[in-house]
């Protein structure tokens, strides 16, 4: 089965930190996606990357930046937390088919983050 | 842009009846569709993916059918159990863009 690992189910932090959440496949899969969903807004992707070293921005980059330095884990940095990032952050990985960004996805179980 | 709409947001149905869930999209051009359960404070299990050359995929007491032409999909549930309490959300891959989610329906099967 693949297995995708976020470091923390919930975490709590204060206004300014720095905060990491952590993201581990073990399928082998090139590509890597953040979203954070929020009630009535649904999943909003947040960062994306095809490849080792390499990103893109999503749908809603401001305030956060990732680190993708080896193929299994993405990491995804708020570098000065704010209460507005309190949210649900869900890490993806997919293979990549004939289609580019790949075709099934598979989730972790979530990092409900609180920024006080 | 392509935007997907799953109504209604939320279903009660009594438990041992079958049911249908409905996703639609605006851009038919896409690669495919995908169905995902996610059960309250955790990610999202993918539960069935139809290709755009498909018509529908079948897992268990689950069938999704695919109509592109329409912008609909539909997501069937068998003989429901409450272990079926969810919500569902429907995600397309358009052919110019990253995959869209739609909001989801959240589906309560009363006992």
């Known amino acids: 089965d693949v297995k995708v690992t976020q470091s923390s189910r919930y975490l709590v932090k204060r206004t300014g930190e720095k905060v990491f959440l952590e993201c581990v496949q073990d399928?082998?899969?090139?590509?890597m996606f953040w979203y954070r969903q929020d009630p009535g807004l649904g999943l909003r992707l947040i960062y994306f990357?095809?490849?080792?070293?390499?990103?893109e921005k999503g749908d809603i980059p401001e305030g956060y930046s990732v680190s993708r330095e080896k193929k299994e884990r993405f990491s995804l940095i708020l570098e000065s937390a704010s209460t507005n990032q309190t949210s649900m952050y869900l890490c993806?990985?997919?293979?990549?088919?004939?289609?580019?960004?790949?075709?099934?996805?598979?989730f972790g179980s979530g990092t409900q983050l609180s920024v006080l | 842009k392509q935007e997907v709409t799953q109504i209604p947001a939320a279903l009660s149905v009594p438990e041992g009846e079958n049911l249908v869930l409905n996703c639609s999209f605006t851009?038919?051009?896409?690669?495919?569709l995908q169905w995902f359960r996610q059960d309250p404070g955790k990610g999202l299990t993918s539960l069935l993916l139809?290709?755009?050359?498909?018509r529908e995929q079948t897992s268990g007491r689950l069938n999704a059918s695919l109509d592109k032409s329409s912008g609909r999909s539909t997501l069937y549930i068998a003989a429901s159990q409450p272990g079926d309490s969810a919500t569902y959300l429907c995600?397309?891959?358009?052919?110019?863009?990253?995959?869209?989610f739609g909001k989801g329906t959240r589906l309560h099967i009363l006992p």
């Open positions: 993806a990985s997919s293979t990549i088919t004939g289609a580019p960004l790949g075709e099934k996805l598979f």
């Open positions: 399928m082998d899969h090139e590509n």
């Open positions: 990357s095809y490849d080792v070293k390499m990103k």
């Open positions: 851009d038919s051009a896409i690669y495919n």
């Open positions: 139809i290709q755009s050359s498909q």
């Open positions: 995600a397309v891959r358009p052919r110019d863009d990253k995959i869209i």
